[in-house]
């Protein structure tokens, strides 16, 4: 096993619901509700899940995009939940994101060659010949072509445009790279695309990819381990092939059994869950779960169920599945 | 449909009935320099009773406007640039006033949206929305299409259906706002239903329940539905027949089975092949289509794939191929295509 690059532990962030004139606080949104997870250097953690489940501001808590409300987030073994914006300097050149929707995070008044060069200004790496020259290595490494530099985000496509925000976040050598639904927003034949070159990245860069996504079809061809998270707890997580054909938790095989496949009569008679992803903000009691598992009982009501390692890396959250 | 009444019916021969919607020569150019923006280039199929047809492309690909250009929903200058013939059950509506094309939609032709809060009212509860057509067209009483509203709501699925009736849709889930648009587009038991990514933005779990309702309610309105989808995996569970559109035309059409079973365009073939699988063994790469969809403005001469595509030939450069039937039952617009 490689060295541990991330240790999240505990992770809680809530978010306050405010109403009325004064903007009073009426009550809390526990957005993640104690999330405890761990990346390797150069491997793919994907945090899957539906709208709500919290994965993506788990994501951004990991970078310090939004504070944590408690917990603790090691990065290079040192902790850094708690520090302020000034003592995290050092930490973020060394972590990046990737967005769902490259052009909302492009400057559109800015030339991909000023785009890119943008981290360098703000971290005062190098002279103005040096960081001409990194640009030109980071739109070779996405495979873009070299006048790239001198066009605006608007003239490309949206496969183009994700590739430059994939060199952007690449720009100072991060180790660690959260990328937040980088593939939804692309058709299929670019989603590929963009996959390919990310795992190829990977490889070559040694980087270890936090990968955020609700599609569990392209999950299952970048992810080393998969973490699914129901109402802000994580309820599953497994080696990859042990949770896409070994899934214990009943919302993990729900969301697999939900999944389409692009095979025709292959349509089985799912054991779909049923109603809707209930608001976060008025969880259900005990496993979130509950009131559309198939096969809860009253101590699921009653008890949130502590999550059990039940094979080598393998944790199920549910109080039915037994070592 | 069963396998057994689709060959029952391809038995009777073509002559037996009109298809319920026939479209011709569809086309939406838009005058540009230096060429036309043709955003449909020429589109033509037909769809049966109780039958399902994917529209399957990519972003770009004029799925869409295909689907706005048959419920006459686009708006001008659009709207009069639109060439080609739609016929609902043998009738032309592409001419038809625009009164009696209103009175059409919602009664015989209606259309379910990606987004429900762009198509639903916001200001008017969700029960009222749904009695309003069964109001107009089918004459019922308000305190009658108000009771049928709640019917409804129950059939898509919506456990209490008085409550989400009486609410205004912000306050419902996506799910739930969904379900109450399919209830609103089927008030009035459509002919036919277009469904436009009627499930890309909801989550997995929905989508399921969903992809369910509208084919239960097929079987039992027996109505057609013309289903637009980027989403093959959602096309080979859910139609039987698929046409697949690239830059504004269709270049292959077959019944599913067959098209996920040997597709014969580069593209169709392509495009299945990228999809990811979750699989045991997984593939060091996914198959990709190398390039980008030429933009409207910037078709190339000839076959619009023909830059993109590993079998091109100096006549697929020169000479855009037609849609030609190639066995029964399916269509094909390529010169150079894999065996079937």
């Known amino acids: 096993m490689a060295e541990t690059l991330l240790s999240v532990s505990g992770l809680q962030v809530h978010f306050p619901i405010r109403a009325g004139l004064l903007r009073r606080r009426v009550g809390m949104v526990r957005a993640v509700d104690g999330v405890d997870l761990d990346v390797a250097r150069g491997e793919t953690l994907a945090l899957v899940g539906e709208s709500g489940c919290g994965k993506t501001t788990t994501g951004k808590a990991i970078l310090r995009l939004v504070d944590p409300t408690a917990g603790s987030i090691r990065f290079g073994g040192e902790e850094i939940a708690r520090r302020g914006q000034r003592e995290l300097a050092p930490f973020r050149r060394r972590m990046q994101i990737i967005f769902q929707d490259p052009y909302s995070s492009l400057n559109p008044r800015m030339t991909v060659g000023a785009i890119l060069s943008a981290p360098f200004e703000i971290h005062r790496i190098g002279d103005a010949g040096q960081r001409r020259a990194r640009v030109a290595e980071l739109l070779e490494m996405v495979g873009l072509p070299q006048e790239a530099a001198r066009r605006y985000p608007h003239e490309f496509s949206g496969g183009q445009r994700q590739r430059i925000g994939i060199a952007r976040a690449l720009a100072l050598r991060p180790e660690l790279v959260v990328g937040d639904e980088p593939v939804s927003a692309l058709d299929v034949s670019i989603q590929a695309q963009i996959v390919n070159l990310m795992r190829h990245l990977q490889v070559e860069l040694g980087l270890a990819y936090v990968m955020i996504s609700h599609n569990l079809a392209v999950v299952s061809h970048v992810a080393d381990r998969v973490a699914v998270m129901y109402l802000g707890r994580i309820v599953e997580t497994a080696p990859r092939e042990a949770l896409f054909f070994g899934a214990r938790h009943p919302y993990t095989q729900a969301l697999l059994a939900a999944v389409p496949e692009p095979v025709p009569g292959r349509r089985r008679t799912r054991h779909v869950a049923r109603g809707d992803v209930p608001s976060p903000a008025r969880p259900p009691s005990g496993c979130h779960f509950h009131p559309r598992c198939p096969l809860a009982t009253d101590a699921c009501a009653r008890e949130a169920p502590v999550p059990r390692e039940i094979a080598p890396g393998h944790r199920v959250a549910c109080h039915l599945v037994q070592p | ?340």
């Open chain 2, 1 to 340: 449909m069963t396998a057994a009444a689709t060959s029952a019916r391809m038995d009777a021969g073509p002559a037996q009935q009109v298809p319920l919607l026939s479209v011709r020569g569809l086309e939406l150019h838009v005058p540009s320099s230096p060429q036309a923006l043709r955003l449909i280039d020429g589109v033509s199929f037909d769809l049966d009773r109780g039958e399902t047809l994917g529209l399957v492309g990519e972003s770009g690909s004029g799925k869409t406007l295909t689907a706005l250009s048959i419920m006459r929903l686009l708006e001008p200058p659009l709207s009069g640039l639109v060439r080609g013939q739609v016929a609902l059950d043998g009738v032309e509506v592409m001419a038809l006033p625009e009164g009696e094309m209103s009175a059409l939609r919602g009664r015989v032709l209606s259309m379910v949206f990606q987004e429900p809060m762009t198509s639903l009212n916001p200001v008017m509860t969700v029960g009222r929305q749904i009695a309003e057509p069964a109001m107009r067209h089918l004459g019922l009483g308000a305190a009658a299409a108000a009771s049928r509203a709640q019917e409804l709501l129950r059939l898509v699925g919506i456990p209490d259906p008085a409550r989400v009736a009486a609410s205004h849709p912000h306050l419902l889930s996506g799910g739930m706002r969904q379900r109450a648009m399919i209830a609103t587009a089927i008030a009035c038991r459509p002919a036919l239903l277009i469904a436009d990514e009627p499930t890309t933005a909801l989550d997995v779990t929905v989508q399921a329940q969903i992809l369910e309702l509208l084919g239960d309610l097929q079987r039992e309105l027996g109505s057609a539905i013309l289903l637009i989808t980027h989403d093959l995996a959602v096309i080979a569970e859910n139609a039987h027949r698929v046409a697949v559109m690239y830059a504004g035309r269709i270049i292959e059409e077959a019944p599913v089975d067959a098209l996920f079973a040997g597709a014969r365009h580069p593209y169709a073939r392509g495009l299945l092949a990228s999809i990811p699988r979750i699989e045991r063994a997984r593939p060091d790469a996914l198959p990709e289509i190398p390039g980008v969809v030429p933009a409207p403005g910037e078709r190339p001469a000839g076959c619009a794939f023909a830059p993109r595509c590993a079998r091109a030939a100096s006549r697929c450069h020169a000479e855009a191929p037609p849609l030609v039937q190639t066995a029964p039952r399916h269509r094909l617009a390529c010169w150079e295509p894999f065996d079937g």
